[in-house]
């Protein structure tokens, strides 16, 4: 009922732990509280909280326009509904590295698992879209230096992500890597990476957990969790893809409302309100506290 029962702390810690053993973890992306308890039933071993979804949910693209106070509210809707540990994309770091670093301890104060600091310029864009810049070795070194410093709880990860690879070539995103591991990066997202192969060259090169993003319509190609985990990547997400499935489907039946005045044709596609009811535990509510909780859910 409510929120979590297992502290902020007590997520990370768990999810460090699950890092280090090596095993594949499997984050997708949540675009509401609601889709992250569902991420949770379904067994999934994270969530994802990706900025071009926060963005895209306030109508805006994913060019740098939200701020860190919309981003740190939304992480903290989903991290608190959830036992599963969260990670979010936290852009550039909303600024300098003195920015970076404030970043991370509101991250923190939200409840988030993690989060990655990217090394684009400001304004960024999509990591799979063409036109990419980044910032200098020695920027992107400094905000994961300030990120590092400004940590309070030791078991908050990290992570640097490089978009060198469209910019620079797979050596030079590599090079970069280790650069960003050696100012103190828990792990490694390399962005739009091509093949399987490179993933491999990518994980044979860096001794810390590493992170591919299957977000479609991209750079990458959709390869599978068995083939991912069998070149030895550590976490994979999926950003945007229950966005897309959940407005495809709303799309949809704006189209048939339009079309039939009704949507009795598509019931049967919709999320039945018992299913929803027992998702949001409706049920412990009632049992909280009747004489302030009086209501009683229909069959």
């Given amino acids: 009922m409510l929120y979590s ?27 509401n509280p609601l889709s992250a308890r569902l991420i949770e039933r379904r067994g999934f071993d994270g969530v994802y909280i990706s900025g071009a979804v926060i963005s895209a949910d306030l109508g805006l693209p994913d ?8 981003v740190a509210a939304r992480a903290r809707q989903i991290a608190r509904v959830t036992d599963l540990p969260a990670l979010v994309d936290a852009d550039t770091g909303f600024g300098e590295p003195m920015n970076a670093a404030r970043t991370v301890q509101e991250l ?26 980044v ?32 910019t620079d070539g797979l050596d030079a995103a590599i090079n970069r890597a280790r650069r960003l591991v050696d100012a103190g990066a828990d792990a490694i997202f390399p962005e739009a990476l091509r093949d399987l192969g490179e993933f491999e060259w990518v994980r044979r090169a860096l001794d810390v957990p590493i992170l591919a993003n299957m977000t479609e319509f991209g750079q990458s190609d959709l390869f599978t969790v068995d083939q991912l985990r069998d070149v030895g990547v550590n976490l994979v997400i999926w950003p945007v893809s229950l966005l897309r499935l959940a407005m495809g489907a709303a799309d949809r039946a704006l189209t ?7 949507l009795t044709d598509a019931v049967g596609e919709m999320q039945h309100r018992r299913d929803l009811y027992d998702l949001i535990d409706y049920a412990s509510y009632t049992r909280f506290d009747t004489d302030i909780f009086d209501f009683t859910v229909p069959d």
Wanted: charged share 30%; hydrophobic share 40%.
């Fill in 5 to 31: 029962g297992i502290t902020p702390a007590d997520k990370r810690r768990a999810f460090r732990e699950r890092l280090a053993s090596g095993e594949l973890l499997r984050m997708p992306g949540a675009f």
């Fill in 63 to 70: 060019v740098g326009l939200t701020t860190l106070t919309e």
């Fill in 108 to 133: 923190e104060d939200a409840g988030v698992a993690g989060l990655h600091l990217e090394d684009q310029v400001n304004p960024k864009r999509c990591g799979h879209l063409d036109g990419k810049q």
């Fill in 135 to 166: 910032v200098a070795t020695e920027v992107a070194v400094r905000r994961v230096r300030a990120a590092v410093e400004a940590r309070r709880d030791p078991n908050f990860l990290i992570m640097a992500r490089t978009d060198a690879r469209a």
């Fill in 256 to 262: 048939l409302l339009d079309a039939e005045g009704s």
